[in-house]
């Protein structure tokens, strides 16, 4: 089956009311993107009154509405963080974790369409956090509320908030870490804290206390392995060999036979229906074994598979992130199985800020960039000038024609994000730096592209 035709050619042939009255007739069918282009209007001078409006409004509505309104406030959230907005958004992200929190509680149902708006509304509270800090300490309540009063979920990662938290909010959620830690027993309070102290451990650099932590665990692979990568960020190269290969000596251990009555008889077969769900027989178990002991794309989508038969996705796909984050991190190669993945679950966002945080490829930064484009202009202009740079590098005709095609691309990206002059002074730079390379300047002329006056007052040289 061939891939659909791209319409954006054929599009901008239309003119302004054509295009005004499809886009109009789309919105009337699709409650979603009537909602965010009533917010773009709203929003265009930096008022987020009319989100708060529509949040209002959203609880009364059903499911399908509901998550329709909250998507378009996400929508215009990350458009205004992606533009450099000087409004302060951080109130209203918050409010959007705490209202979809809220209706999923009374719901009870965390998977799904508005599970997926959840974390993404956390991942924009966090980034509104940091474009504009909130009181530290009253920032670091409200994480203690939500991971030890909540429901379970969304489950907070302290590096997202680390920047806003600063000093005073990291060490106020140390405080009730130790105290939890030091009065209660086994259970979820206890859980909780002894996942924020790792946490704590990691985003301050302490070392000593972060391998402490994770030495207390039961033997994984996954663990030796941060273990080790830890050790070498900090430069402690001898202790790290040391780690590995005891780690390795334990590995190599034979291991425990399995229980006769995870299988269906004496000799083997298949698991009956009374099996223990921790076994080796249940299915999500095995695959996550298979992951944790090579985690990449293949392991982790027969686990997604495997996990979300059961109803263990949730859990199971933040620990699974967790660990391609860490080995992205410590491999900058390792970006791209991180992005394929996040592709794979169906969130782009995700994977192009994984691609940015990690130093993906190029290729799969210009391929991410080509889908982004038109809804985040100002985000993908460096990713195509840097794709410019390298076809005028290759220095043949094909090259030049593909990077006028581009600079015309990014001229248009430039108007979207409401910075031409910024394309008039890349432009003029760009054919300061290259005006002896006349077949290039010859397709940047083809290409109707509007050349600096230097250049345009002046034969271009054969």
């Given amino acids: 089956m061939s891939p659909p035709s791209d319409l954006r050619p054929y599009l901008r042939t239309l003119d302004a009311e054509t295009l005004a009255d499809l886009l109009h007739a789309q919105a009337e069918r699709d409650p979603e993107l009537r909602h965010s282009l009533e917010l773009r209007a709203a929003t265009q001078s930096g008022d987020v009154s009319e989100a708060h409006r529509l949040l209002d409004a959203a609880v009364t509505d059903g499911n399908v509405e509901y998550t329709a309104k909250v998507g378009a406030v996400l929508d215009t959230l990350q458009r205004m963080l992606d533009a450099g907005s000087r409004a302060d958004l951080a109130p209203l992200a918050r409010r959007t974790v705490d209202d979809i929190s809220e209706v999923l509680e009374q719901s009870g149902d965390h998977v799904g369409d508005l599970g997926d708006r959840l974390d993404r509304a956390v991942e924009l509270y966090a980034r509104a956090c940091a474009a504009r800090p909130p009181d530290p300490e009253k920032l670091a309540d409200w994480i203690l509320e939500v991971e030890f009063d909540g429901p379970g979920r969304p489950v907070i990662d302290l590096a997202e908030f680390a920047t806003a938290l600063g000093e005073p909010g990291l060490k106020r959620i140390k405080s009730t870490v130790d105290d939890v830690l030091a009065a209660s027993g086994p259970g979820h309070r206890h859980d909780v804290a002894e996942r924020l102290r790792e946490q704590l451990a990691e985003v301050v650099g302490d070392v000593d206390e972060l391998v402490a932590i994770l030495s207390a665990k039961p033997p994984r692979v996954d663990v030796s392995l941060k273990i080790v990568r830890v050790l070498r960020a900090a430069g402690r190269h001898s202790e790290a060999i040391a780690h590995a290969a005891r780690a390795l000596t334990h590995d190599k251990q034979p291991p425990a036979p399995e229980p006769l009555k995870s299988f269906g008889g004496p000799g083997g077969g298949a698991p009956g229906p009374g099996r223990n769900p921790g076994s080796y027989s249940d299915e999500t178990s095995r695959r996550r074994k298979d992951f944790d002991a090579k985690p990449g794309r293949e392991t982790y989508a027969a686990l997604r598979e495997a996990a979300t038969a059961d109803g263990k996705w949730t ?70 000038r840097e794709h410019v740079d390298e076809l005028i590098e290759r220095k043949d005709p094909q090259a030049y024609q593909e990077a006028a095609r581009r600079l015309k691309l990014l001229r248009t990206l430039h108007k979207r994000a409401e910075t031409p002059e910024e394309f008039a002074a890349y432009l003029a730079a760009l054919v300061e730096t290259h005006r002896r390379k006349t077949r290039l300047i010859t397709e940047i002329r083809t290409a109707r592209i509007a050349m600096p006056k230097a250049v345009t007052s002046h034969r271009a040289p054969r």
């Fill in 315 to 384: 859990a199971q796909r933040r620990a699974a992130l967790t660990r391609l984050r860490e080995l992205a991190a410590d491999r900058p190669e390792q970006a791209d199985e991180l992005a394929r993945v996040l592709l794979d679950d169906g969130r782009p966002d995700e994977a192009w800020r994984a691609c940015v945080r990690f130093g993906a490829s190029p290729e799969l930064k210009l391929e991410l960039a080509e889908q982004r484009a038109a809804e985040h202009p100002a985000e993908t202009i460096p990713v195509f």
